[in-house]
C-alpha cells in the first residue's frame, strides 16, 4: 500500500514557475514508476510526465515537454515536477500517482491511467494571465 500526498501548488502569473512535490508513505517507493497527471475544470485527466523507478528514465506529454522537469528523491520517497514558463492553459488540478505495473514499455502504457494503483489527492495550480 502507499499512500500519495501532493503539495505546493498555488497561485502564479503566466510565465511564473512552481515545483510540486509528491510525498510518498511506504519502504517500497522506489519499486514504483511515479506519474504525474492534471485535470482541468469539466476535462477529462490527462497525463503529463513519468518517470522510472531510478529516475533514469523520463516521458512527457508534448504540452509540457522542455517546460516542466520530472525528477524523484528515493531516499526520501518524494516525486518532484518542476514547472516553468507556464501557461494559464496550465491550470489544473495536479495528481501525482505511482505504478507497480512491469510492463510500462510502451509511451501508451505510461500514458494510462489503468497503469497507476495508486494516486494522492491533488493539489490546485492557477495560472493567471
Known amino acids: 500500500q502507499v499512500q500519495l500526498v501532493e503539495s505546493g501548488g498555488g497561485l502564479v502569473q503566466a510565465g511564473g514557475s512552481l515545483r510540486l512535490s509528491c510525498a510518498a508513505s511506504?519502504?517500497?517507493?522506489?519499486?514504483?514508476?511515479m506519474g504525474w497527471f492534471r485535470q482541468a475544470p469539466g476535462k477529462k485527466r490527462d497525463f503529463v510526465a513519468a518517470?522510472?523507478?531510478?529516475?533514469?528514465?523520463?516521458h512527457y506529454a508534448a504540452s509540457v515537454k522542455d517546460r516542466f522537469t520530472i525528477s524523484r528523491d528515493n531516499a526520501n520517497n518524494t516525486v518532484y515536477l518542476r514547472m516553468n514558463n507556464l501557461k494559464p492553459e496550465d491550470t489544473a488540478v495536479y495528481y501525482c500517482?505511482?505504478?507497480?505495473?512491469?510492463?510500462?514499455?510502451?509511451?501508451?502504457?505510461?500514458?494510462?491511467?489503468?497503469?497507476?494503483?495508486?494516486w494522492g489527492q491533488g493539489t490546485q495550480v492557477t495560472v493567471s494571465s
Open positions: 500517482a505511482a505504478s507497480s505495473s512491469t510492463a510500462l514499455n510502451t509511451f501508451a502504457t505510461v500514458e494510462a491511467l489503468y497503469s497507476y494503483d495508486y
Open positions: 511506504g519502504r517500497t517507493f522506489s519499486s514504483y514508476a
Open positions: 518517470i522510472n523507478w531510478s529516475g533514469s528514465n523520463t
